[in-house]
C-alpha cells in the first residue's frame, strides 16, 4: 500500500512561484512511476507532469516552460517547481504512483493511464491576477 502526501499548496499572485512536495510511504518508491495531476472547479482531472523511477521527466503543453518534475527516491519525495503562474493554474493538485514505466506512450496514453492507483489527498493553489 502506497501512501502519498502533497504539501506546499498557497494563495499566491499570477508571476509567482510555488513548489508542491508529495511524500511516499512506499519502501520501493523507486520502483514508481510519479505524476501531478490537477483539478480545477468545474473542470476534469488532468495530468501535469510525469516522471519515471530513473528521472525521464514529461509534462502537458499548458505548463511547459513553466512547470517542473523532480523526484529524489532516498528521500521519497516528488517535487513540482512551478513557475510564471496564471489564473488558470488555480486548481487542487494530486500527487499520484503507479507501478509502470512511464517512459513511452503518448501523453493521453501515460497521463491517463489506469496504472495511476494510488492517489494523495490534494494540494490547493490558487492564482489570483
Known amino acids: 500500500q502506497v501512501t502519498l502526501v502533497e504539501s506546499g499548496g498557497d494563495s499566491v499572485q499570477a508571476g509567482g512561484s510555488l513548489t508542491l512536495t508529495c511524500t511516499g510511504s512506499?519502501?520501493?518508491?523507486?520502483?514508481?512511476?510519479m505524476g501531478w495531476f490537477r483539478q480545477a472547479p468545474g473542470k476534469e482531472r488532468e495530468g501535469v507532469a510525469l516522471?519515471?523511477?530513473?528521472?525521464?521527466?514529461v509534462v502537458a503543453d499548458s505548463v511547459k516552460g513553466r512547470f517542473m518534475i523532480s523526484r529524489d527516491n532516498v528521500k521519497r519525495s516528488l517535487y513540482l517547481e512551478m513557475n510564471s503562474l496564471k489564473p488558470e493554474d488555480t486548481a487542487i493538485y494530486f500527487c499520484?504512483?503507479?507501478?509502470?514505466?512511464?517512459?513511452?506512450?503518448?501523453?493521453?496514453?501515460?497521463?491517463?493511464?489506469?496504472?495511476?492507483?494510488?492517489w494523495g489527498p490534494g494540494t490547493q493553489v490558487t492564482v489570483s491576477s
Open positions: 499520484a504512483a503507479a507501478f509502470y514505466n512511464c517512459d513511452s506512450g503518448s501523453w493521453s496514453e501515460r497521463s491517463g493511464n489506469p496504472a495511476f492507483g494510488y
Open positions: 512506499e519502501i520501493g518508491f523507486s520502483n514508481y512511476c
Open positions: 516522471i519515471t523511477g530513473f528521472g525521464v521527466k
